[in-house]
């Protein structure tokens, strides 16, 4: 039975096709009886077979709205997949909470030389090594064109065929559950890209005249779409063995229907997860500072696991760089990096400059701290600097390592970006590769003129569309085989190390988080802080010269990035390095 929802259309054909997108046959669909957009016809199709529809008599072949796969791009037929014709090796997969997690943040595209699922396997036990529990992908659904971030899908169903397709994709996940790694996804579901979307062919999929900052809005006042989405996300977590799903930029999901989707969608995959016997996990990208995603709903919340946290990625950035322009101005209170760490938001309430007005309300204490998720880097952070520029470019060695350690050692789940553990000199730009004249040209000229404004050369700005850009994105494995990088490595494994051994550096409970800067009237960028995490205390110079911090005769070193000097109830920290402690009485 082949089946599609398309209430936009007055007649809809199959047409069947070979590999070479020869014509085969055509079939006509039946409208379903009880008028609700849905048509069908029954007919037997073979694995990997090409199909596509025809829409009110039109010759224009367009790709099924839940395709699986797309052998030939967004723009031609679809092909059948069976995913439950794979032979999965993971049967004795449990899973993995989120709960004592340190996710990893990788693009398939620019990870490996050769940009794929298969080669993205042969480094997952780079991934074991350094210790990391769980392997974020950013999107994988189809896009128009070779290389893109991923954030321009359109559609949502299939495997970018340049990475391996869904097949590559099954592989990769059972590859990663074999070695222990939890897989996370990172879907779209707030807009759809604007080369391929034939969506609003076949209904109502987006809703006239609103948009967002990155296209028209998906609709979500109409039941089939917002079953598309939850169709979706669960597909990636029941065919997919996936184990948690990242949901980007859920502030632009307009939907003023009750249950709000994203309760609807965490109900639906609890009780996914408890039909699959293991855990599921959704993360949130939210710009909100609103405890409501993932306060439980039995508190009047959404229910979700957890939601990225900017607030402290924007205090450490202001901490390490010294760096105030934009929305970085209100993180250069000397107190930011402080209440962060306390209390997960900055902005609980407090008036934005940024956005010119109160933003945010306050997390309840009761809300675990690895519910936020926390980070230096992340492929926004980086990718939308207009150079593309890593920490690495600007940062000295210490500043790097105190990164290391306040990213490590935070109250929240912690997150790395590909690359990150060995400080990687490579930038991570933003690239594309629109197939059409007039839209490459366009989105070149509008991050040109985006940064223009800021007052950057042109000639300085990447351009997305050239095909340069995308090459200089890819990491250089060469690099952590060297002494400079092999260093920095060997921290970073050290202290997810360190992290999993210490009940302290796991510890939910944000009350028994206490922070104090040491040099409140010092620039930022040029300060000192005290982080005691229980009896563990991350003490942090980032000043010109030496710094005293008072300590008790039982603490006893655990880590140091450079030499400490210890006195008489105290301990001496050099410029641009950090150490931790342990009380032991």
Request: aromatic share 8%.
């Amino acid at each position: 039975m082949i089946s599609v929802w398309a209430p936009h259309a007055n007649s809809v054909r199959l047409r069947r096709l070979t590999p070479a997108c020869v014509p085969i046959s055509e079939h006509d669909l039946a409208p379903a009886p009880h008028d609700d957009g849905w048509w069908s016809v029954d007919v037997a199709m073979a694995e990997g077979e090409r199909y596509g529809f025809l829409l009110d008599g039109g010759d224009d072949l367009r790709p099924d709205p839940r395709s699986r796969r797309q052998p030939r791009g967004v723009h031609g037929p679809s092909a059948l997949f069976d995913a439950s014709r794979f032979e999965w090796a993971d049967e004795g997969w449990t899973g993995r909470r989120l709960a004592g997690a340190v996710i990893y943040e990788l693009h398939v595209g620019t990870f490996t030389p050769e940009g794929t699922l298969d080669a993205l396997i042969g480094r997952l036990d780079h991934l074991v090594r350094l210790g990391v529990t769980h392997v974020e992908l950013l999107p994988v659904n189809a896009f128009s064109g070779t290389w893109n971030w991923g954030y321009d899908g359109v559609l949502w169903y299939a495997v970018h065929e340049a990475y391996g397709g869904p097949a590559g994709y099954q592989r990769f996940v059972d590859a990663a559950h074999q070695r222990g790694l939890a897989v996370i996804q990172d879907v779209v579901y707030n807009h759809l890209g604007p080369s391929g979307n034939y969506l609003p062919e076949f209904g109502p999929y987006l809703r006239d005249g609103e948009h967002t900052s990155w296209g028209q809005s998906v609709n979500l006042d109409e039941p089939a779409v917002r079953e598309y989405i939850i169709e979706n996300a669960l597909m990636w977590l029941r065919d997919f063995h996936v184990d948690g799903l990242r949901l980007d930029a859920v502030h632009a999901l307009h939907d003023e229907q009750t249950p709000h989707i994203l309760r609807q969608l965490s109900e639906r995959v609890d009780a996914l997860s408890a039909q699959l016997d293991r855990p599921l996990s959704l993360i949130a990208e939210s710009d909100l500072n609103d405890p409501t995603l993932i306060l439980p709903r039995d508190a009047g919340g959404y229910g979700l696991t957890a939601q990225w946290s900017d607030d402290w990625h924007h205090a450490a950035h202001v901490a390490l760089t010294g760096e105030t322009a934009g929305y970085y101005a209100d993180f250069a209170a000397s107190d930011a990096l402080v209440k962060v760490s306390e209390h997960g938001f900055f902005h609980d309430g407090t008036f934005s400059s940024f956005r010119g007005r109160p933003h945010g309300s306050p997390l309840p204490t009761d809300v675990p701290a690895w519910r936020l998720v926390t980070f230096a880097q992340d492929h926004d952070q980086i990718g939308n600097r207009a150079a593309g520029d890593r920490l690495t470019a600007s940062l000295s060695r210490g500043r790097l390592e105190v990164a290391a350690v306040l990213t490590l050692t935070a109250p929240g789940t912690p997150m790395l970006f590909m690359g990150e553990e060995w400080g990687a000199t490579t930038p991570w730009q933003f690239f594309t590769s629109h197939l059409e004249p007039e839209l490459a040209r366009a989105t070149a000229e509008g991050r040109i003129g985006e940064f223009a404004q800021m007052g950057w050369d042109p000639a300085q700005v990447p351009d997305p569309q050239d095909p340069e850009t995308f090459d200089r994105s890819h990491l250089d494995w060469r690099e952590p085989e060297t002494p400079e990088h092999a260093g920095l490595l060997d921290l970073y494994r050290r202290l997810i190390a360190l992290r999993r051994r210490s009940p302290d550096l796991t510890d939910p409970d944000q009350t028994r988080t206490h922070a104090a800067v040491l040099t409140p009237d010092a620039a930022p960028g040029a300060r000192a802080f005290r982080i005691d995490r229980g009896q563990t205390s991350v003490l942090v110079n980032l000043t010109a010269g030496d710094v005293e911090f008072d300590v008790d005769e039982s603490d006893a070193v655990l880590l140091e990035t450079s030499s400490s000097r210890a006195g008489e109830g105290t301990i001496v920290v050099a410029p641009e390095a950090a150490v931790i402690l342990e009380r032991r009485r």
